[in-house]
């Protein structure tokens, strides 16, 4: 694992599982595309920090009908240390950009298709909300809330504690659900902290 001082440039994408986000990670000895879960959580703009890599590597990625191959930075868990965050995009990528690149949950769904035991494990009843409720426009049940973050995530959000984390270890599908439901109750990402914080706590 490396240890690298630089600028973390995120940019918001919308997809057809929802605004996703990927990263391009300026270094000293170079850039790097981060596409880690954690990234979800950021808003768009430029996070100057220190970073945690846990490997570089090429990957080939299939988009579109031909293939393009990505130099990639994973991030270890807990590997974004941001000293300095400034989220009005006007120096990055753009907010909300057409999809100019696949989602990782496709990816990972592709890679999950062509290993049968990971397919098993990606497709596994985990806890992904109910979905009806949401596309109605109504508030979802405390039934919902409490398979959406589990009991020890859904009691700090019933008592909207002034500070919740999420965990990067559940599916994208479900960690992006998790992001948007805190986000309807008023609570914003703080990248310096890697916390959800109520709007009143972090005003």
């Known amino acids: ?3 690298f001082t630089g600028t973390l440039i995120v940019e918001q994408i919308r997809g057809r599982h929802g605004p996703f986000c990927v990263g391009l990670l300026q270094t000293s000895i170079g850039q790097f595309k981060v596409k880690d879960k954690e990234l979800d959580q950021f808003e768009p ?3 100057r920090g220190q970073f945690l890599v846990e490997e570089i590597f090429t990957k080939a990625v299939p988009w579109r009908g031909g293939t ?3 130099l990639l930075a994973r991030i270890a ?6 000293d300095e965050e400034q989220q009005t995009g006007e120096d990055g990528l753009p907010t909300q950009a057409v999809q100019t690149e696949p989602d990782p949950v496709d990816e990972e769904a592709q890679q999950a298709v062509a290993t049968p035991a990971r397919k098993a494990a990606h497709t596994a009843p985990a806890a992904r909300p109910p979905r009806s409720q949401a596309a109605q426009g109504s508030e979802p049940t405390e039934e919902e809330d409490l398979k959406l973050f589990g009991i020890e995530l859904n009691e700090l959000f019933v008592q909207r504690a002034a500070r919740i984390s999420l965990d990067p270890t559940v599916d994208r599908v479900q960690f992006r659900s998790q992001r948007e439901r805190l986000k309807s109750v008023g609570y914003q990402f703080e990248a310096t902290s890697q916390q959800w914080v109520m709007a009143a706590a972090a005003n």
């Open 45 to 47: 703009g430029n996070y």
């Open 1 to 3: 694992m490396e240890k």
């Open 77 to 82: 868990e807990g590997g974004f240390l941001i």
């Open 68 to 70: 393009f191959t990505e």
